[in-house]
């Protein structure tokens, strides 16, 4: 079965900071890039890093560049994210996700596998 | 731009159809993916590529796209259905979601 897990989350306070995990299995995830998605309570989806298949490109959206760092350990199967100097705004159920992609004229990219989240609570 | 813009809430008679729809600049040189999320859980993938439907996911989904927009479309809508649809496009846009309520 072809799954992701997080953890690592928790509550913690303003400035601190927080590592969160992403095991997957049933696939071979160094031959994927991979991502880091959030979820504000009540909000939207947002998009917070994309890490290449050999961790070598990595972007961020801005409002966590320069905090956060995705890294990945591909031995392990493994996804990481470590956040620091946390503030309130980044409070989310976070999840870690499979970037499909196809060829062609257009460009594809697709999250068909995501993990259950792992909820972040920052207080000031 | 780098914006999807999604209606905030759709509503629709059970067993009737109804049509999501997403717009944006980047849908012109990118295919929209869309998300089912049901309260407390993660999201689906339901479409992808323009009209593809992964495995599990009813053929009464289907998706379209022209120019800047993509759309969602539910043929024969049912209860289960009910949940909030986002579109998402080159991975890091995401629309900012779509309410649906089966009345």
């Known amino acids: 079965e072809v799954k992701l897990v997080e953890s690592g989350g928790g509550v913690v306070q303003s400035g601190g900071s927080l590592r969160l995990s992403c095991a997957a299995s049933?696939?071979?995830?160094?031959?994927?890039?991979m991502t880091w998605l959030r979820q504000a309570p009540g909000k939207g989806l947002e998009w917070v890093a994309n890490?290449?298949?050999?961790?070598?490109?990595?972007y961020y959206v801005e409002a966590v560049k320069g905090r956060f760092t995705v890294s990945r350990d591909n031995a392990k199967n493994s996804l990481h994210l470590q956040m620091t100097s946390l503030r309130p705004e980044d409070t989310a159920f976070y999840y870690c996700?499979?970037?499909?992609?196809?060829?062609?004229?257009?460009?594809?990219?697709?999250?068909?596998?995501w993990g259950q989240g792992t909820l972040v609570t920052v207080f000031s | 731009s780098s914006e999807l813009t999604q209606d905030p809430a759709v509503s629709v008679a059970l067993g009737q159809t109804v049509t999501i729809t997403c717009q944006g600049d980047s849908l012109r040189t990118s295919y929209a993916s869309w998300y089912q999320q049901k309260p407390g859980q993660a999201p689906v993938l339901v479409i992808y590529v323009k009209n593809n439907r992964p495995s599990g996911i009813p053929d009464r989904f289907s998706g379209s796209q022209s120019g800047n927009t993509a759309s969602l479309t539910i043929t024969g809508a049912q209860a289960e259905d009910e949940a909030d649809y986002y579109c998402?496009?080159?991975?890091?846009?995401f629309g900012g979601g779509t309410k649906l309520t089966v009345l």
């Open positions: 890490i290449q298949e050999d961790g070598s490109a990595k």
């Open positions: 049933g696939f071979a995830s160094s031959s994927y890039w």
């Open positions: 998402n496009s080159r991975s890091w846009m």
């Open positions: 996700a499979r970037i499909d992609a196809r060829g062609g004229d257009y460009i594809s990219e697709y999250f068909q596998v």
